[in-house]
């Protein structure tokens, strides 16, 4: 990349490719370029970015094994993974800056047991300026640098539990920027029983985003259980009514873990590519 806030970072995985890294606001932020990068080349937008290539920064000591899934795609995407805000004088920030700000805003009290069971005091939410920040300047700023054609579905939004709620909510608040939204065991658990619907009814219809939503059966994913389906029934009696719209999977005898994610993420970015104007 020439502009200078900008510096490559080495990785032993990579083949025809560059991670290259900055600061923005406060999160650091990886992208990785494909050699053959084209103005059509797709762009996946992943949260949790220091889960994604480097195992010795992951929160549990395994990555989402980006690199190795992409490699071999013949229509290799530009990942672009933002680490989250690093303030530690705010335990749990991250709880604040993934819940959908919109939602909770309007009803605090839908963050139901979340807080109190996480041991966190309510804070400030900084959804929405984490999402203008991703939609509005690092976006943008990879596009003029690569000559991308940004085309809403050619960019998909991705991530896992946290990650995988404020996927659907960055969907919601830039329908014109994501075609696509994957969200892995999505954090469904609890909050206020109204809360997934109010979630979902901020999705746009007038082009609606494909959507993927999944989860496991153990430990923490055992909690999605009848949470996920209730998602999947609202999304097809509102309007996701085929498969190209909508995935809802149950992945038997996975947890809720970086492992089982990156074991699944060809599957879901396959899925997603498939959709994909060439």
């Known amino acids: 990349m020439s502009k200078s806030a900008w510096h490559e970072l080495s990785h032993a995985g990579l083949v025809d490719a560059k991670i290259f890294s900055r600061t923005e606001s406060g999160h650091r932020v990886d ?98 300026a984490y999402h203008d920040m991703i939609a509005n300047v690092l976006i943008p700023e990879i596009a003029a640098e690569f000559g991308l054609e940004l085309e809403r579905n050619r960019t998909a939004i991705c991530g896992s539990s946290m990650g995988g709620l404020t996927s659907l909510y960055g969907a919601s608040r830039y329908p014109d920027v994501y075609g696509t939204v994957l969200s892995l065991s999505t954090h469904w658990a609890y909050w206020a029983p109204e809360f997934i619907d109010r979630v979902l009814d901020l999705l746009p219809v007038h082009p609606r985003p494909r959507v993927w939503i999944d989860r496991g059966t153990e430990e923490l994913d055992a909690l999605y259980e009848g949470l996920h389906e209730r998602a999947a029934d609202w999304l097809r009696l509102n309007g996701w009514d085929s498969p190209e719209l909508l995935q809802a999977r149950v992945y038997e005898g996975t947890n809720h873990s970086e492992v089982v994610w990156s074991q699944r993420l060809a599957e879901v970015i396959e899925w997603w590519l498939h959709g994909v104007p060439a």
């Open 31 to 128: 992208v990785y370029v494909p050699d053959d990068v084209s103005s059509h080349t797709p762009m996946l937008v992943m949260h949790d970015g220091k889960n994604l290539f480097w195992p010795e920064h992951s929160t549990m000591g395994s990555t989402w094994e980006v690199i190795d899934v992409v490699q071999g795609m013949p229509n290799r995407p530009i990942v672009l993974g933002v680490w989250g805000l690093i303030d530690d004088s705010v335990p749990g920030i991250r709880y604040f800056e993934l819940a959908p700000q919109r939602v909770l805003d309007a009803q605090p009290d839908f963050w139901g047991s979340l807080l109190d069971l996480a041991q966190i005091k309510p804070h400030d939410l900084l959804g929405d």
